[in-house]
Structure formats: structure tokens, C-alpha cells
């Protein structure tokens, strides 16, 4: 189902206040995925602080450095420890769904946050509502751009349901509200040497206007390749390149400081920690959550795996708000 078609339907109204738990605190365990990145500190940072805020035993934090067996060794030490709930910030999400239905069996009730695993039991899928996140990029981009121009959209890996959303989100915006803009989509695999080579291939050889970047992750090797091609400069300069990007991670907010990145949409990581840790106590108290509409302003509805989703909003981030202490890239 399309966004457009959730957002039209009648939804029903999901209550999020605290639920009523035993006396002592819930023990809650989260298996993160690596910690080389400032997105994943900050989320362990931030579930850290909403584990003491909302009254829950947080295990120490693992880290699995981006290995996806060493992730699954994680969570299996994790259950000897007899959690009341567990967060998981999958490595893949392919690859996860072994280790979730080992916590399936344990029972211990799965939270995951950022990617949707393919399969096992989970009790909810804690993302940003991606197809939204592109949807702002192409309102901001169509605005900036005055309707007309070419635009490279450089792709995730299209395996990935965040990158498919965000292509999706863009892509069916742009054709439906800027028919004028030419969208050329090229997939990255979630590689920079393959995101810089695409880039150095249209900046060199046609005309472009701007370009949608998937992940601010990419934001060096774009700056590099625009600096080379004597295209980085600042917002509103002759030969300027609209950059408009998906993450909003430190670079990124300095790039839109200094004038060079025109907007970002940012990953709401304090809501993502927020409610890994709330669905975490209402899944241990075996609270039911409904899907509709909630009071946090998202859509929870079942996703192209089966699994309950919160699609949480996602703020765009430009000059004017770029200094706002709750975006995670200024944490």
C-alpha cells in the first residue's frame, strides 16, 4: 500500500501512554550494530538515556562492528541474561532473522529498530517513515530547483527496504508534481566508490541541476567530485549543485551551515530511541498495540514482511533549523 493510500484511510487512533508495569524495573537488552558511525553512537547514547528517563534496566550495549555473525553470537548472549524485552539494530536484515526467532524461542519480545528484517516474530519495526523522507526531498528539490532542471538520484542499495522507499518516495513525488525534472536514478549498493563514479560520470558528460543523495554518507565523496568539477560552491552562486540529502549527520549540518548542502531530511534518532524503549515495556507487559494513527504523529501499519511498523516523521532540515539541538547530527 502507498503512503498516500495509508494516510487516506480511516485510521484508529493508537494510545501511547505508559502502561501499568510490576515494581521493579523491566531489564531490557539492545544489540547494536556497530559503533564506527556517529548515527549508531547516537542512538546508544539516547537509548541509554530513555532506558533510565522511562524506568527500564538496560543491559550493557553490544556492539557487533558491522558483522552480522558476530551480531547473532551477541544476541545469543544477550538471552542467557533473561531480558523482559529486546532492541536489535540489525547488520542486515536478511541475515538477523536467525537470532530474532532464537529470541522467539527464548520468549523475549523483539524490538527492532532502523532496517525491517525479512522474517521472525517481531513485536514492532521502529523506522522513519522513508517514503515520506522522500517526499520531502523532492518538495524541497522541485522548490529549489523552480520545477525544471536534471537531478541524480543516487540510490541505496534497492535490496534495502529504506533505500526502496526512499527512491520510491522521490521518484513517484517528482513524476507526479515536477514532470519538468529530468530524474536520473542510479543505484549505489550503499558504496561510495560506486556513488562518486556515478557522479563523476553525469557531472562530466551533461547538464546538472541537483542531486538527491540516499544517505548523507555520501556526502565527501559528492563534495570531492563537485570540488573537482569546480561545482562546490555556495548556495545561490552561479553553478551551484541543490543537494538535498537522507540522514542529517554531522557533516551534513555542517555542509547546510556553510552554505554548501542545501537541506537534509533528518532521522528522527531520539524518537527511534524513545520508542524502542516504550515498545520494549509494553511488549514485555504484553500490552497490545493497534495499527492507525498514533498520538506521536506516525502511521503503525503492517509492512511488506508481516511485522508491525512505526513510521515515525522525519524533519527536514535546512539553514534556518539547522541549529536545533534535538536533530541527532548536532549531538
Known amino acids: ?116 528484517p525479512t522474517g521472525g ?68 549498493d550503499w558504496d561510495m566508490a560506486k556513488a562518486t563514479d556515478a557522479l563523476q560520470i553525469v557531472v562530466s558528460t551533461g547538464e546538472l541541476d541537483g542531486v538527491y543523495i540516499a544517505s548523507d554518507y555520501f556526502l565527501p565523496g559528492v563534495a570531492k567530485v563537485l570540488q573537482d568539477a569546480n561545482r562546490w560552491v555556495p548556495v545561490g552562486t552561479e553553478g551551484h549543485v541543490t543537494l538535498i540529502g537522507i540522514d542529517g549527520n554531522p557533516d551534513a549540518l555542517k555542509a547546510i551551515r556553510d552554505g554548501f548542502q542545501d537541506a537534509t531530511v533528518s532521522q528522527p534518532v531520539d524518537l527511534y530511541a524513545q520508542y524502542s524503549i516504550h515498545y520494549s515495556l509494553t511488549s514485555a507487559a504484553k500490552t497490545d498495540v493497534a495499527e492507525g494513527e498514533t498520538d506521536h504523529g506516525s502511521i503503525i501499519s503492517r509492512n511488506e514482511f508481516g511485522s508491525l511498523s512505526d513510521a515515525l516523521p522525519a524533519p527536514l532540515v535546512t539553514k534556518d533549523n539547522v541549529d536545533d539541538p534535538n536533530l541527532w547530527g548536532n549531538h
Do not use: H, W
Open 1 to 116: 500500500m502507498k503512503k498516500s493510500q495509508i494516510l487516506s484511510s480511516a485510521c484508529l487512533m493508537v494510545a501511547l501512554a505508559a502502561p501499568a508495569f510490576a515494581q521493579d524495573p523491566v531489564t531490557v537488552a539492545f544489540a547494536g550494530a556497530k559503533l564506527t558511525d556517529p548515527f549508531m553512537v547516537a542512538l546508544t547514547g539516547m537509548i541509554t538515556e530513555q532506558a533510565k528517563s522511562q524506568n527500564a534496566n538496560l543491559l550493557a550495549p553490544t556492539n557487533a562492528n558491522g558483522d552480522a555473525a558476530q551480531q547473532f553470537n551477541d544476541i545469543q548472549t544477550l538471552l542467557t541474561k533473561s531480558p523482559g524485552a529486546m532492541i536489535i539494530a540489525p547488520v542486515d536484515g536478511e541475515a538477523i532473522v536467525p537470532a530474532i526467532k532464537a529470541a522467539n524461542e527464548a520468549g523475549v519480545p523483539v524490538i527492532v529498530v532502523d532496517a525491517a
Open 121 to 188: 516474530d517481531i513485536a514492532m519495526v521502529i523506522r522513519a517513515d522513508n517514503y515520506g523522507m522522500g517526499v520531502s526531498a523532492c518538495n524541497e528539490m522541485g522548490k529549489r530547483l523552480g520545477g525544471k532542471g536534471t537531478v541524480l538520484d543516487l540510490q541505496g542499495a534497492l535490496t534495502s527496504t529504506n533505500a526502496r522507499d526512499r527512491t520510491n518516495g522521490f521518484g513517484e513525488c517528482m513524476a507526479q508534481k515536477f514532470p519538468d525534472i529530468e530524474v536520473l536514478q542510479r543505484p549505489t
